[in-house]
């Protein structure tokens, strides 16, 4: 069976540090990846998505970058942390068709103080 | 653009009743889908609706595609405790990598 793991669980920085959140995939070659955030109180807003290694989507300008160094490995990194970068980031996977199912992570809670 | 729009996005009730959450999207749709989250934790897969007139039903939960009038219902017989979370409606647009989230519905179930 396929399972995500997603670390750290729950980090807090300093406005302007940097950042590196990871996602791996278990069970399963060549899924689609990923990133989502949720603020407090909004919906789920797509990051970022990759096809497969190397090819990173970007959705939404912004400080985040993505990449994907292995099939299964997918990170989500920034130079500077701003406030409103504060969130629930949560990484996902599907079985690599277009409008498949997503299976989501358990979340990353992130607070930039 | 891609709208998703719930309603309501708060709902109050008391356990054994029941409710129906509506979910109107605004283009023609490839798959429906119905997560689940509970607070602080990650998004569960509730439902996949394929095509119009999908009905698939989980124990308290029914969950229904009509994509003629572009609605997806979720329905909750004689609520329990264990319902209370919040309900996310998502379009998959045919051929498209990208899910579209409603907003969310916030269930409380009061004893």
């Known amino acids: 069976s396929q399972t995500i793991h997603q670390w750290p669980a729950t980090l807090v920085q300093p406005v302007g540090s940097p950042l590196s959140l990871e996602c791996t995939v278990e069970g399963t070659s060549n899924p689609n990846l990923y990133w989502y955030r949720q603020a407090a109180g909004r919906g789920l807003q797509l990051l970022f998505y990759s096809v497969g290694i190397g090819q990173i989507s970007s959705e939404v300008p912004q400080n985040l970058s993505a990449s994907r160094p292995q099939d299964r490995q997918f990170i989500l990194s920034s130079k500077k942390l701003l406030l409103s970068d504060s969130g629930f980031y949560l990484c996902?996977?599907?079985?690599?068709?277009?409008?498949?199912?997503?299976?989501f992570g358990p979340g990353t809670r992130l607070t930039v103080t | 653009e891609l709208k998703v729009e719930q309603n309501p996005l708060f709902l109050s009730m008391q356990e054994g009743k029941n409710y129906t959450i509506y979910c109107n999207y605004s283009t023609t749709s490839d798959r429906l889908y119905w997560y689940r989250q509970d607070p602080g934790k990650s998004l569960e897969s509730l439902f996949v609706l394929l095509s119009n007139g999908a009905v698939k039903q989980e124990g308290r939960l029914m969950a229904s595609l009509d994509t003629k009038a572009r609605l997806s219902t979720l329905h909750i017989t004689a609520a329990v405790h264990d319902l209370s979370a919040t309900y996310f409606c998502?379009?998959?647009?045919?051929?498209?990598?990208?899910?579209?989230f409603g907003k969310g519905t916030k269930l409380s179930v009061i004893p």
């Open positions: 998502v379009h998959s647009g045919a051929g498209s990598y990208q899910l579209t």
């Open positions: 996902a996977w599907g079985p690599g068709l277009p409008s498949d199912e997503q299976y």
